[in-house]
């Protein structure tokens, strides 16, 4: 899933990631929260220097900005306009947040200028992930932490079951075809970092509204009228049937050092 067509159907021209963070916040299982428990992965030391790539809209760091050590200076990216827009509005007046435009794969900073280095959900959009990861371990401190979050390929299982039925009218996403998921991470990984250590996230959603879950549906697949009704009467029945429809949350975290 790095086609640029789809970036920019995705977080470009629209918002709809904020779809996609409202589903999971609202029927999430494990109400510690994702957001929390990835922030509690972070070793942030006073005076650390801190890059973010595809920051979105900064919901890792919202409200924990007074629980921060005194970080020399957190530099929130994105290559979406729209996205560091919303950030702005959360973190406008926090002082120990920039915000700028920028691609992964080409980091315009001098060797060696972070101690943490983080990308979360979002090398899997990147067109040549060996770029990106070359650019984050010549920034990366000799001591420094890279942070990498993705999803395995058991991800929205259930949902992926329904897709497949209609896999010779629509192209849709699956988390098993992606470009760096938790299955195959360690591998591309392990070329630019030595000591790598995998941490996965215990979760699921239970989906009690259907319309919710249609709406996360196509904020990131295009579905033709007819499929979005059939799909909508199968989600339909499983929610009659079990009043609510389960679906199985794969995601952790990669930590790594030089």
């Known amino acids: 899933?790095?086609?640029?067509?789809?970036?920019?159907?995705?977080?470009?021209?629209?918002?709809?990631?904020?779809?996609?963070?409202?589903?999971?916040?609202?029927?999430?299982?494990?109400?510690?929260?994702?957001?929390?428990?990835?922030?509690?992965?972070?070793?942030?030391?006073?005076?650390?220097?801190?890059?973010?790539?595809?920051?979105?809209?900064?919901?890792?760091?919202?409200?924990?900005?007074?629980?921060?050590?005194?970080?020399?200076?957190?530099?929130?990216?994105?290559?979406?306009p729209l996205m560091l827009e919303k950030i702005k509005e959360n973190f406008l007046e926090n002082q120990k947040f920039a915000y700028q435009i920028m691609d992964i794969q080409n980091i315009p900073f001098p060797d060696n200028s972070f101690d943490i280095v983080i990308a979360n959900h979002m090398l899997y959009h990147v067109p040549d992930i060996e770029k990106a990861l070359s650019e984050v371990k010549r920034v990366l401190r000799s001591n420094g932490t890279f942070y990498a979050t993705t999803v395995g390929k058991y991800h929205l299982m259930q949902l992926e079951t329904i897709y497949r039925i209609y896999d010779n009218v629509v192209k849709f996403s699956y988390s098993s075809n992606l470009s760096f998921i938790l299955d195959n991470g360690y591998k591309i990984l392990k070329k630019y970092f030595s000591d790598i250590d995998k941490r996965l996230y215990k979760d699921s959603l239970e989906v009690t509204d259907i319309n919710d879950l249609m709406d996360y549906i196509v904020s990131y697949n295009k579905i033709p009228d007819e499929i979005f009704h059939e799909i909508y009467k199968i989600i339909e029945k499983e929610i009659a049937r079990n009043g609510m429809m389960k679906i199985v949350k794969n995601s952790g975290m990669f930590i790594c050092k030089k």
């Open 1 to 80: 899933m790095n086609d640029k067509n789809n970036v920019n159907d995705l977080y470009i021209k629209k918002d709809t990631l904020s779809t996609r963070i409202n589903l999971h916040q609202k029927y999430s299982v494990n109400k510690y929260g994702w957001n929390n428990w990835v922030f509690d992965q972070y070793n942030i030391s006073e005076n650390d220097k801190i890059i973010e790539f595809g920051c979105g809209t900064g919901s890792i760091w919202k409200e924990k900005e007074n629980i921060l050590p005194n970080c020399d200076k957190i530099i929130l990216t994105d290559i979406s």
